[in-house]
Nanobody
Framework: QVQLVESGGGLVQAGGSLRLSCAAS????????RAWFRQAPGKEREFVAV????????YYADSVKGRFTISRDNAKNTVYLQMNSLKPEDTAVYYC??????????????????WGQGTQVTVSS
């Protein structure tokens, strides 16, 4: 049974930083992409960032490019999202995600097979 558990969310002022973590269990993850999505109130869940199985490739939504950094530690089965220069519009529940297809990247919600429970990030102005 694959389980993804996020941590690190909270309340921060605009311009501040947070680091999210997502610990995975239930299988070996070194062959699978890992991703972050977010969902703001009244909006659809949207792609934030993805990292390839080896960590050699990363992609970001235009809205977070240059401010957020995704990374992973395969020895710990953990993926991270470093968020800097946070803005009020970054306020959302952040979800980590993975899939069942080795060596296949994730860019949309339809490509996700497993979700974490989410962690709230609130950025005050």
């Amino acid at each position: 049974q694959v389980q993804l558990v996020e941590s690190g969310g909270g309340l921060v002022q605009a311009g501040g930083s947070l680091r999210l973590s997502c610990a995975a269990s239930g299988r070996t993850f070194s062959s699978y992409a890992r991703a972050w999505f977010r969902q703001a109130p009244g909006k659809e869940r949207e792609f934030v960032a993805v990292i390839s199985w080896s960590g050699g490739a990363t992609y970001y939504a235009d809205s977070v490019k240059g401010r957020f950094t995704i990374s992973r530690d395969n020895a710990k089965n953990t993926v991270y999202l470093q968020m800097n220069s946070l803005k009020p519009e970054d306020t959302a529940v952040y979800y980590c995600a993975t899939n069942n297809r080795p060596f296949v990247m994730i860019h949309t919600t339809t490509e996700v097979d497993y979700w974490g429970q989410g962690t709230q990030v609130t950025v005050s102005s």
